[in-house]
């Protein structure tokens, strides 16, 4: 195990890094040339220099703005529908600039959905309807993207179906699925990256009548936790430019730097959310305590497992559920990351617990949890390639899948309605992490590099990390809607160079 896990730092901390440090902001070749335009666009307004054309702030202030575990994690604010009439619940959502409390004593600006950082939480159920109106107050082109969730095309928030700045459009989400931990981002082409980085995301938790009836830590007790890191400026502005791993060293929990939690010495239920665009965590507890992940992307698994360790790619979620009463009143616990690239005092540090009460707990975990039906026959199978080429002089590296960047006029998979299938996805690189993410559909994972995947990958997955040389065989049923819908790698660097492809299920 330890083996293992220092080879997967070592993969992260060299090579990847080094490859991708060479990365300028400008995008790979896109057929598109009204994607084109609003990108130019977009950074012809945009006030803030990215890339490397602008000098180089110098490394991470971050860590040195920050005293550790002194701010309070902040529960993301719960959005109220404007109508619950006509069984759905409407919601009313501006993306605007806005400043937001991140480093003690500094305004920072960032990119939000109704002026939240960190991004707001909707609630929904199962069968009931979910409309949102977007208004887009921003200087660039948006799409959102409900991550995970299953909608018809036109509400899918896809690269190139965008709003423009003024604009105002409605996503109507059916939920039409079970019960999921999912999130929403941006997902503009070549622009995702820098808009999520910048703050526009948000969770979007879908409960349904299986969930209910378990008795888990609900109400204050379950607590969404959005993990990311960033890169600070000596002023407090976030700094972005594209492919910059080794320098975003300031650890953010729900859009604090290692902010602490007060808690109470009973169970709590942890929906993490890694919604960094490059970096991967691997959790533990500092006391190597037991973590009880019951959840992943698309919801409960079918039975809860103890471990010691939660492993996090952008885009992945594990919902946990952690008992506190193993602590005596007064004393703290750390959570920790295990993964480079950065120095480990500061992205080794994630957050503290700190346990200040005792509480009564009616909460429990079941054995069982859900029961998932067998993966069916599937009709077809396909191998996917994934590999980010570094530039020779003078070129921007390409993300690539099956050797071709991403032209949203070709149809790179064709899938027959109603069918199931098996992909076989393979990092191509030696020395570069990638993940993968297919929209519309929950998906099983049948191996990891030949073998069965252990027990957090037993699930419902829409996202599933591909280290270096690594494969995955994974199995999904297209049933529900028929359209073009893509599928990329979720380092959102990676897909806004271009590694992301396009299927279309008729
Ligand atoms: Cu989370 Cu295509 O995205
Ligand atoms: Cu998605
Ligand atoms: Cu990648």
């Not at 040339?33 to 991470?60: L, N």
């Not at 998932?372 to 980010?388: F, H, I, N, Q, S």
């Not at 949203?408 to 076989?424: K, L, M």
Request: charged share 20%; with cysteine.
């Amino acid at each position: 195990m330890v083996t293992r896990r220092r080879m997967i730092g070592a993969a992260l901390a060299t090579g990847g890094g080094v490859l991708l440090m060479r990365t300028t902001l400008r995008p790979a070749a896109s057929a598109d040339a009204a994607s084109a335009a609003a990108v130019q666009d977009a950074a012809a307004h945009h006030p803030h220099p990215s890339g490397t054309d602008a000098p180089d702030p110098g490394p991470d202030a971050g860590p040195g703005l920050v005293e550790k575990f002194t701010t309070a994690l902040p529960v993301p604010p719960v959005l109220s529908p404007v109508s619950t009439d006509g069984g759905a619940d409407t919601y009313a959502v501006t993306m605007l600039r806005s400043f937001a409390r991140i480093l003690p004593g500094h305004r920072t600006e960032v990119l939000t959905y109704n002026g939240a950082f960190p991004g707001p939480v909707i609630r929904a159920r199962s069968g009931r309807p979910v409309i949102v109106r977007q208004t887009n107050l921003l200087d660039d082109a948006v799409s959102v993207h409900l991550h995970g969730s299953r909608v018809p095309v036109t509400s899918d928030g896809g690269p190139m179906n965008l709003l423009d700045p003024g604009d105002s459009r409605t996503y109507t989400y059916p939920n039409d699925q079970p019960h999921a931990s999912l999130w929403f981002h941006d997902h503009a082409h070549h622009m995702e990256s820098e808009h999520v980085y910048r703050g526009l995301a948000g969770t979007y938790l879908l409960t349904d009548e299986t969930e209910r009836a378990l008795p888990l830590p609900t109400g204050r007790y379950d607590l969404p936790i959005a993990l990311r890191d960033a890169r600070f400026d000596a002023s407090g502005n976030l700094v972005y430019r594209m492919d910059d791993p080794f320098n975003r060293t300031t650890i953010l929990a729900n859009g604090r730097p290692w902010p602490k939690a007060e808690v109470a010495a009973r169970r709590y239920r942890l929906r993490l959310l890694n919604s960094s665009n490059l970096r991967f965590f691997s959790l533990r507890l500092a006391d190597g305590g037991p973590i009880t992940q019951i959840g992943s992307d698309g919801g409960l698994l079918e039975h809860p497992y103890t471990t010691d360790t939660v492993d996090l790619s952008p885009g992945e979620r594990a919902d946990v559920v952690i008992d506190f009463s193993r602590y005596k009143v007064g004393s703290t616990v750390v959570l920790t990351n295990s993964l480079p690239p950065g120095p480990a005092e500061h992205v080794g540090q994630v957050m503290r617990f700190d346990i200040v009460r005792s509480a009564a707990d009616p909460s429990g975990v079941p054995d069982t949890l859900r029961t998932l039906p067998a993966p069916g026959a599937a009709v077809r199978e396909r191998t996917v390639v994934l590999k980010v080429e570094e530039g020779t002089a003078g070129s921007a590296p390409r993300g690539l899948i099956d050797g071709k960047v991403y032209d949203p006029d070709r149809v790179d998979a064709q899938v027959a309605f109603g069918t199931s299938e098996i992909w076989t996805v393979v990092n191509a690189n030696t020395d570069v992490p990638h993940n993968f993410h297919l929209h519309l559909v929950q998906f099983r994972v049948l191996e990891r590099n030949g073998k069965a995947p252990g027990p957090a990958e037993s699930g419902l997955k829409d996202t599933v990390r591909l280290l270096p040389g690594e494969s995955v065989r994974l199995h999904a049923t297209f049933d529900s809607y028929r359209g073009r819908y893509p599928y990329h790698c979720h380092l959102l660097d990676h897909s806004a160079m271009g590694m992301m492809a396009q299927m279309e299920i008729g």
